[in-house]
């Protein structure tokens, strides 16, 4: 049996693989090297192989956000090994998790866009070259965060017409101070501008919206993927929000001249095929 996560700091997704097919996925807390301690990512790991049933896979396959340094990972490599008989082992970050999600061992520029956005070019076996993402402050181009945020800033200024106006009102707290305290004060600001997004690209038939959302996705074409060798090299796309708008996005993307050759709402699901070698 192969254990293959997929974690981002929310949630960790397991799936359990025998003989190429899925038997068994359960949710657990997310893992993040950089913001966690690591004993808060070995309790989460401990109850993971724990929940597997075997004292022995095949393999333990295991992506989580954050920097993967070379002593975190033989540190957890050793903390799973006291804990199964693990034949073999593999310890990522949840960008390489895309890369081979979407490209398994062919080289590509991959693209995340989901509450928030990154990318990398991948050359088969790792990351060759990186655009600095930024974070929903600085960046997240193309991502539903950059698309909330610049809702806002034209909600804020009394700029978004009708009957999209409206239809955010009823939906959501539209009073200054309460745009406000969930930007700067809340626990998950990027959430709560993502969650945004989802309504802006409802009212896609009308101009206003069309053009918001068609601005932010040729933001990120423009500042990250054409960064890339684009004209030799298709891109993989990974996460919901892309997946969801994919049509919008690969045609704004073959305007630029860039070939989408794959969309992958979850990459956990591009990793089982990559570690039961179907791509």
Not at 22 to 47: C, F, H, W
Request: with cysteine; aromatic share 10%; proline share 4%.
């Amino acid at each position: 049996m192969k254990i293959i996560v997929e974690s981002g700091a929310t949630k960790s997704d397991w799936r359990l693989v025998e003989d190429g097919k899925q038997v068994g996925r359960y949710v657990l807390p997310g893992m993040n090297v950089s913001s966690m301690s690591l004993d808060a990512v070995k309790g989460t790991i401990r109850e993971g192989i724990s929940r597997c049933g075997t004292a022995a896979p095949e393999g333990f396959y295991l992506y989580t956000a954050g920097v993967v340094t070379p002593a975190i990972r033989n540190e957890i490599k050793e903390y799973a090994g006291s804990l199964a008989a693990i034949s073999d082992f593999d310890f990522q970050n949840d960008m390489l998790a895309a890369a081979r999600a979407v490209c398994g061992h062919s080289s590509g520029i991959v693209a995340i866009i989901g509450t928030g956005s990154n990318s990398c070019f991948y050359d088969g076996e790792s990351i060759s070259q990186k655009v600095y993402a930024g974070g929903f402050i600085l960046g997240d181009e193309g991502a539903g965060s950059a698309l909330g945020k610049m809702f806002l800033a034209d909600y804020l200024k009394g700029e978004v017409p009708e009957p999209l106006k409206s239809d955010f009102e009823s939906r959501f707290d539209s009073s200054y101070q309460a745009i406000v305290a969930n930007v700067y004060k809340s626990d998950s600001p990027a959430g709560y501008l993502g969650s945004i997004a989802p309504l802006v690209v409802s009212h896609y038939s009308e101009p206003y919206a069309r053009e918001l959302v068609d601005r932010n996705f040729r933001n990120f074409i423009r500042r990250s993927l054409k960064k890339y060798d684009y004209r030799n090299h298709p891109v993989g796309v990974v996460g919901g929000f892309a997946g969801a708008n994919r049509e919008i996005f690969s045609r704004l993307c073959a305007d630029e001249g860039i070939t989408v050759c794959r969309y992958v709402m979850e990459p956990v699901e591009g990793l089982i095929e990559y570690h039961c070698g179907r791509i």
